[in-house]
Nanobody, 117 residues
Framework: QVQLVESGGGLVQAGGSLRLSCAAS????????MGWFRQAPGKEREFVAG????????NYADSVKGRFTISRDNVKNTVYLQMNSLKPDDTAVYYC??????????WGQGTQVTVSS
């Protein structure tokens, strides 16, 4: 079992930056690939970024490429999402998730990000 707790959300003006953190419980954090997803009001949850167990490979949704960076610290059991050049369209609840194989099996409760124009 892995418990995930996101933090770092908030209100920011367009063009600003935020860094989200996701702290994982348990001693097996490095066994899981990690991802960030988001869900805007009235929309389905969508993939934002993913990172491998070792942290060597990150992949991104086209909408955030070049603006967001995912990273992880396997000593601190934490995954991060650095978000730069934020746009109002980035407004959503952001969730982190732990992946076993190709399935995301554990999810956090989410943190709200609001970008004002």
């Amino acid at each position: 079992q892995v418990q995930l707790v996101e933090s770092g959300g908030g209100l920011v003006q367009a063009g600003g930056s935020l860094r989200l953190s996701c702290a994982a419980s348990g001693r097996t954090f490095s066994s899981y690939g990690m991802g960030w997803f988001r869900q805007a009001p009235g929309k389905e949850r969508e993939f934002v970024a993913g990172i491998s167990r070792s942290g060597g490979n990150g992949n991104y949704a086209d909408s955030v490429k070049g603006r967001f960076t995912i990273s992880r610290d396997n000593v601190k059991n934490t995954v991060y999402l650095q978000m730069n050049s934020l746009k109002p369209d980035d407004t959503a609840v952001y969730y982190c998730a732990a992946r076993s194989g190709i399935v995301y099996v554990y999810w956090g409760q989410g943190t709200q990000v609001t970008v004002s124009s």
